[in-house]
């Protein structure tokens, strides 16, 4: 009987289908696992085989802890919101909402046929009204909370309300918006309705501000920073602008330290800790008032070097900076205005990359140094940035390599404070010993000495404090599209107001096109019902829009890490309709076990989703403050291109052996045209594109040999390869094995498709294995001591590497495994039936078959992985070497607990020895047990 892999597979994933093999329950005797794989964005372009990677170590995984008597919670669902689906609508007119329901269908289908363990009984949409109903719960959770520096943790707004109208702010210690006024309670109590809500959103969670934002004019929407690519946007390469807008914001800064110190308490990757920690920059320093001459107004900078102040020589402000149109003197005013402009068209992150560029325009001002009271020059510059710290720094140009070529280039003056003091490259990175010689009081100080009275003259002066500063910034939440989560807002007499959480989901309305409007309002602005009746509790047409009753709704929406921020608690009680999840199954599950993604995620998702989770937690919400114990960054499978060489400025295409004959440009094309042997299908390609179709081929040897080269698999370098052709030609447990097979989990490693036939052919010899010809044979007899040998060190193996997510070579293993097997000519079932639950995780379709043959009627998912026994792989006997005279002759096997003298006496008996010695007696006998025998003549 031949392995006929397409019926096996499809009758095994119907069977889990339709049984539901992989639900979870919420709760029983079990103990509890959860396994989750960041949910995909469904692309029209379907999945090629680099995705499924992580998707497979988290099944085999899943898989293996089930095997071990585990609840394992392993389910899947899709970040169905973003760009793509919205651009794809501006296009095409058709909802993005058509599209999504289009493209999941082909992810479910090809997720399908790779026969993945998910619980598709909890899947969840980020775009499905159900799910991001508590995506717009959570957000009004947020705005009504504020952070309480004194317990370290979020509360509820009520608390500060009634903290207000006891006793003011004065006593109060939260993390709030800068220049926060003081009141009393009486204050307090006399102040209006909306004067109240002002100050309550400068302490609020989720807050409205003017902001920096990332303006994209094509796409029409504010893009985070890991949307921008070398300036433009990711997303169809369009140049993007800094602009300020009012926004919605996200307080992630109060939860700075408690983001960096849960680092130590998790298993991940240590690059993906260091990105984070870098992202977050914590520093230590000192923040410093100059005051600006000549105007009612101060500049506060933040220094991690107070000890340095006397070699500041000018100061920079980012041309964002509010005091710079305030500061900067008429004859100046052109040049800034012009220099803030060009400004506007970089990105940050092109910004805060450039450190070879030096530019920046003087503003005319100066401000007062704080103990000298010398003028000090205020310039802007670009590589200041608005966002970060204080927007402005105290340029110190003897003690810092830009500040030094800053000054340099606009001939600013440099003083030098280390008069007298190695300034080498070698001393001056030994800062603890650094002595600073040009200040009265800092004289002959070392470096945290000198601080520290740098610190304390500043705060006997009133200009200044030390201050630990972080580098992240609060996050930008509104996103000006319409493909996203809708606010539950809406605005009277301008504040916002929040949708009773009781009258959610507030869904996207219709609208007639997906672009701003002409008057350069976000989609929404297009809609002609999104009006909130305070009355009726519904969304009407916005020409009731009274401002008594009814009143206009938020046309921003929601960014794509909304619903990624959460949607892992959400899969633990993913149906229920009152809550966002139940106590009883937050409290089962409490977080993620193993977590597998990508490290391109790093700043983006993981952070604001420990952020939230964070945030949960401080709210009893949820019982863990961290959401995933452990996580493993998947390497990328790389994909192999196919490169063709055009003879420059002509249609003429030259194989690879000729094109250094020629001056040549490199093409790349479809790698499908191309066979195993890099030979390139030259009418297939005249078909492919209008570009090739009356192009000339020189060929060598009659065919037409193509370059080749490693890089990402993508649709750009037309190098993808189609899982789906995978599973037709070799079979779904193929390309699982064959992808775990291709190296470790976490490193980058290139497809090749010639290479799956060895993975294959080892499928079929496994299959083999269970019968003699075209009939199924296992028996019932005692297996071999080497048969116990095998198994048992193939069960030790695959249990240390699937523990030590060290898969690929579990894939050897069983290599090795069946070819001792069949060497063997083993057919226990005793052997074969255990053996097929090792192989199961790896290739669960060929097991289920061959254990229902074996006569099981229920999934090989519920069966007990193998227990390993030491006892089968301790040796009983040596296969020792006889030699004479220190020449080896023959072997012989012997029990290892024999004596010395028993071992002597065996040999000198056996038949081989008798004719090396000839009737001879021995002058002696060497032995050494468990090792050798020599035989002295």
Known sequence: MSYDFNTIEARWQKYWAENETFKAQNGGDKPKYY??????????????????????????????????????????????????????????????????????????????????????????????????????????????????????????????????SSEGNASVNAVCDEGVTEFTAENWNNFSSREQQEILLKYRLTYLAETEVNWCPQLGTVLANDEIVNGVSERGGYPVIRKKMTQWSMRISAYAQRLLDGLDTIDWPQPLKDSQTNWIGRSQGASVIFKVKDHNETIEVFTTRPDTIFGATFMTLAPEHELVQKITTAEQKTEIDAYIEATAKRSERERMADVKTISGVFTGAYAEHPFTKEPVPIWIGDYVLAGYGTGAVMAVPCGDQRDYDFAKHFDIPITNIFEGVDISEEAFADKENTVIANSEFLNGLNYKKATKTAIYELEKLGQGEGKINYRLRDAVFSRQRYWGEPFPVYYVDGMPQMIDAKHLPIELPEVEKYLPTEAGDPPLG????????????????????????????????????????????????????????????????????????????????????????????????????????????????????????????????????????????????????????????????????????????????????????????????????????????????????????????EQAKPWNTAGITGVHSFLKKLWKLYHNGDKFEISDTEPTKDSLKTLHKTIKKVKEDIENFSFNTSVSTFMIAVNELTAQKCSSKAILEPLLVLISPYAPHIAEELWKKIGHDTSISTASFPVFEEKHLVESTKQYPISFNGKMRFTLELSLDLSKDEIEAAVLAHEKTQQQLAGREPKKVIVVPGKIVNVVG
């Open 35 to 164: 396994v989750l794989d960041m949910f995909p964005y469904p692309s029209g372009a379907g999945l090629h085989v680099g995705h499924p990677l992580g998707y497979i170590a988290s099944d085999i995984y899943a898989r293996y802890k089930r095997h071990k008597g585990f609840n394992v919670l392993h389910p899947q669902g899709y970040d169905s919101f973003g760009l793509p689906a919205e651009q794809y609508a501006i296009q095409t007119g058709q909802h993005p909402a058509i599209t999504t329901k289009e493209n999941i269908a082909r992810y479910r289908e090809q997720l399908d046929k790779i026969g993945f363990s998910f619980d598709w009984s909890r899947e969840v949409r980020t775009s499905d009204p159900k799910f991001y109903k508590w995506t717009q719960w959570i957000f009004i959770e947020l705005f009504n909370s504020w952070y309480d520096n004194e317990e370290n943790k979020a509360r509820k707004i009520q608390d500060l309300e009634a903290i207000f």
């Open 526 to 745: 297009r809609a002609e019902v999104w009006a909130w009746d305070t009355e009726t509790n519904t969304v009407v047409s916005n020409e009731k829009i009274d401002h008594k009753t009814i009143f206009p709704l938020e046309l921003n929406t929601m960014p794509g890490w909304a619903g990624s921020s959460y949607y892992f608690n959400r899969y633990m009680d993913p149906n229920n309709e009152d809550e966002v999840f139940s106590q009883d199954a937050i409290t089962y599950w409490k977080e993620v076990d193993l977590y597998i993604g990508g490290s391109e995620h790093a700043t983006g998702h993981l952070l604001y989703a420990r952020f939230w989770q964070k945030f949960l937690f401080d709210r009893g919400i949820v019982p863990a403050d961290e959401f995933a114990k452990k996580l493993i960054n998947q390497g990328m499978i790389l994909g192999t291109s196919a490169i063709i060489y055009r003879i420059s400025g002509t249609n003429t295409y030259v194989s690879k052996g000729l094109k250094d004959q020629h001056e040549t440009e490199e093409l790349r094309v479809d790698v499908n045209m191309v066979n195993a042997s890099d030979e390139l299908n030259p009418d297939e390609l005249k078909n492919w594109q209008p570009q090739f179709k009356n192009a000339e081929f020189v060929l060598e040897d009659d065919k037409y040999i193509v370059g080749r080269e490693v890089e990402k698999m993508s649709k750009r370098w037309f190098n993808v390869v189609n899982p789906d052709d995978i599973c037709n030609d070799y079979g779904a447990d193929t390309l699982r094995l064959y992808e775990m097979f291709l190296g470790p989990l």
